[in-house]
């Protein structure tokens, strides 16, 4: 693989709202975000994903775009922004933006517009059409966030198409202002010194003409014909050679439903690559299906292939990315590991089973400490608007109170937005405000970086020691992948090739002690035991019994 300077990085995900308040207004901001870059750096990330900073009514929490030059009074202003890039840029970390482009919000001054008339310039902005005859909407499409994918517009006796929040309407792509719109907000902030893009459901731009019906189901109905548009490599080639080419950056595209053999298409290197690399889905799915609230117990088979099967196929082709949380998801440890009793040991060995593959790691604010779900007991506390949504449907279809909250405490977004915990004091240190703008884990005199911190045993000092590994040795990021013992039902196996150097790395998913015996050929040497979240004696290391969640790292040559 080539060795372009976004392969090498670690890049850690802030979402703004939650992260640090430095004002007391009980929201997070830009001025707590520089106060803590040493924090990020001393972690060894060297780039932050800045979830949305800009100006919205947060229906969707910063998702819903106002103004896309601007920063929201709620996070500071451009100057702090600024001032945020020159901070960030004189400790050697890298900042990319969220650019959100297949909505706006419905508070943007274009969509303002484009509802006022037909022939207002801005009306082909957005996807305005008229519904069928008995007064329902032009096609059978289902926001993703459950509930219709049109809203109806009495003044213009039209609907228009939101395959998210109501708040959130779609962006015809197919217009070329708007194309040119999206060019200009690309260069507004490179030219600021932004060094690239975090692009929202950016496979979703291009709908297939007429906007046919889709196969029908009750969430994201209609996505086959969105989620790889017949436009869709046109357009982020026009991107690309208009604007991105002429800057040092790089670019993540989220794609929901993304198949390796697509994203090979669009992320593999040489003159048609489209986008850096993709954030696919199909590894959050090993205890759910299709959505996180469509849940089912967790399968480490699941797991296993779906991270096995990108690490082989994008292997010399086109570039992986790593990632277990994001504000999207709940926390990993509340699914794939044991919030409770093995909370320490399963952080870490999740840790493992994902930081020592190939690509680029993104980590989520709060997972270096291994935060866990909070558990809201009611619709009332949630804020999250899919969650919102998918209570109503779900009541609708005569689903029980009960019933739906046992989900949305496992599947809510909101349990990956609780503010950061970063001591014990009141408040966890997040806000001086007397109430935070949104619950704090009550876990949070316990789990905090503060005391993480102080333990040499901690789960932030575990991040901190093997992404320190991991820089050390190019094998972690370059090296080829080898599963072994495939068909196990406790363990994950894998070996990583480079240059010589081989890695051998064991996760063990089990709650439980199981026995651990060497796939044939491979000698593990405690000598060459690099990481491990127990405490190894000298004993064979070929033949052991494994504890509960038990992780080790070996490295050969
Ligand atoms: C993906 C974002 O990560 C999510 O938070 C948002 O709700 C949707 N896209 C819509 O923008």
New binding site residues.
Partial sequence: MSKDFYKDLIVYQIWPRSFCDSNGDGIGDIGGIISKLDYIKDLGADAIWL?PVYPSPNH?????IADYMDISPDYGTLDDFKTLLFEAHRRGIKIIM?L?I??TSNEHKWFIESKKSEDNPYHDYYFWRKGKSDKKPPNNWKS??AGPGWTYDEHLDKWYLH???VE?PDLNMDNPKVRKEVKDIMRFWLDMGVDGFRE??ITFISKKEGLPDGFPIPVACGIEHYKKGPHLHEYLAEFKDDVLAHYDCFTVG?A?MMTPEYAIELTAEGKDQRLNMMFHFEHMQADCFITDFLQRPFSLKKYKSSMSKWQKALYGKAWNTLYLE???HPRIISRYGDDKKYRVESGKMLAVSYLCQGGTPFIYQGQEIGMTNIRLPEIEMYED??TKNVYKMARGFGLSDKMIMSLAKKAS?DNARTPVQWNDSKNAGFTAAEKPWFHINPNYTEINVESDLENPNSILNFYKKLIKLRRENPVFTYGNFKEHMENSKDFYVYERNLDGKKLFVICSFSNKAVRFKAPKGINLEYENLILANYNSRKTSDNEFTAKPYEARVYLFG
């Fill in positions: 979830s969707d929490y910063g998702y819903d969220d959100v297949n909505h993703t966030f395959l998210f929040a959130q929202d459901v989220e929901p994001n504000h999207d608007v899919a977004r």
